[in-house]
T-cell receptor, first 113, second 113 residues
């Protein structure tokens, strides 16, 4: 039982490049979310999903796309990377609503130069 | 939307002393308040949570208190140990609102042996 798996752990991008951050969970959780963590700002919600085929925007969605074709996977796409997207990204999944029962992945540290 | 403020941003205590971290929230509809511990290089882990129909909850050396009228909640750690050193985050959510947690900015707790 791996929980929430994020890949890659580290990534360096050049401004303007695109990439996909992968997130997979093996707990059959319906609810999944992406957060970014910046110093002194806690974690801010980017996008979330309440089930396969259903996604919605969080607090800071600009510059990011998501899709949820299966229950297990919730990839986050950066369309055209900018230095402001340098951050640590966390994926989380839950069996219920309202942020309860979150299990977080170990994060992806992204640097955009 | 919801806004969560967390204080202090850093806290240094001697081993065996108590540590208190305080958070305030803005949305009176929030009804779920978890606390997360994040160790270096890892994702946040839930350590305790409280719902709005409860004023206090304890789990061994950890306790959380909630004052709904004042819209603030606190984490209390007694008999601190070096392994308690980490970054702690408070959060708040409206229990039936999708999958959204709003986090505080975090507190770096250092326990000196």
């Amino acid at each position: 039982n791996a929980g929430v798996t994020q890949t890659p752990k580290f990534q360096v991008l050049k401004t303007g490049q695109s990439m996909t951050l992968q997130c997979a969970q093996d707990m059959n959780h319906e609810y999944m979310s992406w957060y970014r963590q910046d110093p002194g700002m806690g974690l801010r919600l980017i996008h979330y999903s309440v089930g396969a085929g259903i996604t919605d925007q969080g607090e800071v969605p600009n510059g990011y796309n998501v899709s949820r074709s299966t229950t297990e996977d919730f990839p986050l796409r950066l369309l055209s990377a900018a230095p402001s997207q340098t951050s640590v990204y966390f994926c989380a999944s839950s069996y219920t609503t309202g942020g309860r029962g979150y299990t977080f992945g170990s994060g992806t540290r992204l640097t955009v130069v | 939307g919801e806004n969560v403020e967390q204080h202090p941003s850093t806290l240094s205590v001697q081993e065996g002393d108590s540590a208190v971290i305080k958070c305030t929230y803005s949305d009176s509809a929030s009804n779920y308040f978890p606390w997360y511990k994040q160790e270096l290089g890892k994702g946040p882990q839930l350590i305790i949570d409280i719902r709005s129909n409860v004023g206090e909850k304890k789990d061994q050396r950890i306790a959380v208190t909630l004052n709904k009228t004042a819209k603030h909640f606190s984490l209390h750690i007694t008999e601190t140990q070096p392994e308690d050193s980490a970054v702690y985050f408070c959060a708040a959510s409206i229990g039936n609102a999708g999958n959204m947690l709003t986090f505080g900015g975090g507190t770096r707790l250092m326990v000196k042996p």
